[in-house]
């Protein structure tokens, strides 16, 4: 077994936690705005929790990554799959970011979300998810 074989373990395990919290947090956003008014506290602090640990395997995901990156570096001339595949990973990240914002609107309750807006965001993590594996794995350019 190899430094680089190690690295690749360490950097999926910790992508698929930091893809859990991607697609499970924006569900926990529409169960927080249909929830009665008692359960909405127990919801912020769930959403709070799994953010938290969701920003941890997003940090270790590009560390990761860059290691692998450093370890292997004519990665960067295969083509634009990576490259694609990196601007994925870049939007993912904004949408991280995005979700901590979404939990202090959702915590200070001073307008009305839009329920139908958070179904919808569910779907973006899951498709860039997708697509990041079938670059990865297919490399097609």
């Not at 910790?14 to 529409?30: E, G, N, R």
């Not at 919801?43 to 560390?63: D, R, W």
């Not at 450093?70 to 694609?84: A, D, F, I, R």
């Not at 779907?123 to 350019?141: D, G, R, V, Y």
Request: aromatic share 12%.
């Amino acid at each position: 077994m190899n430094t680089y074989s190690i690295v690749l373990a360490f950097h999926v395990i910790s992508i698929a936690t930091w893809m859990l919290m991607l697609i499970y947090l924006p569900k926990l956003f529409v169960y927080h705005i249909n929830a009665p008014t008692a359960a909405k506290e127990v919801i912020a602090l769930q959403e709070a929790n799994l953010f938290k640990i969701g920003t941890v395997a997003m940090i270790f995901s590009i560390k990761f990554g860059l290691i692998l990156l450093y370890l292997n570096p004519h990665l960067l001339n295969s083509g634009g799959w990576l490259h694609l595949k990196l601007t994925l990973v870049g939007c993912l990240v904004l949408f991280h970011v995005t979700c901590k914002k979404l939990i202090m609107q959702l915590s200070l309750q001073d307008k009305e979300p839009n329920l139908r807006f958070f179904k919808l965001l569910r779907m973006f993590p899951e498709i860039a998810t997708s697509i990041i594996i079938l670059l990865t794995i297919i490399k097609p350019f």
